[in-house]
């Protein structure tokens, strides 16, 4: 999220492949361990911008995330990629077409 307001990036859709996390965020927690730390800090990023939201993807789904970790082993350093990667076009339109129709179907979890 840090990455986000450094780019000043809005409209996010951060998916998150842990339920745990997700709950967290969307309910009140408190606690002192760095987990409660990190949750209070995306809450804050959340109630600022308010256009991005939080949705849970499962682990074998999230293609793009494992497509860009396949790929991310042929980079020796650190590597910002200024454009869509062509190994994840078609992946992400496939999942801005589920966006789309979550939002129609109100299925995605606003924060």
């Known amino acids: 999220m ?3 307001v450094d780019l000043c ?3 996010v859709i951060f998916e ?4 745990a996390i997700l709950k967290a965020i ?3 927690i408190k606690g002192y361990l760095d987990f409660h730390y990190i949750i209070s800090k995306c809450k804050d990023y959340l109630s600022n911008h308010t256009n991005s939201l939080v949705s849970f993807k499962r682990k074998q789904t999230n293609q793009v995330a494992h497509t860009l ?5 042929f980079f020796t350093s650190i590597h910002i990629f200024h454009y869509i990667p062509s190994c994840i076009v ?3 339109m496939i999942e801005m077409n589920e966006v789309s129709s979550h939002k129609k179907n109100k299925k995605l979890l606003l924060v």
């Open 2 to 4: 840090n990455w986000m």
């Open 9 to 11: 990036m809005e409209n």
């Open 16 to 19: 998150v492949d842990c339920e």
């Open 26 to 28: 969307l309910k009140p």
């Open 69 to 73: 970790a396949r790929a991310s082993r």
């Open 90 to 92: 078609p992946l992400i």
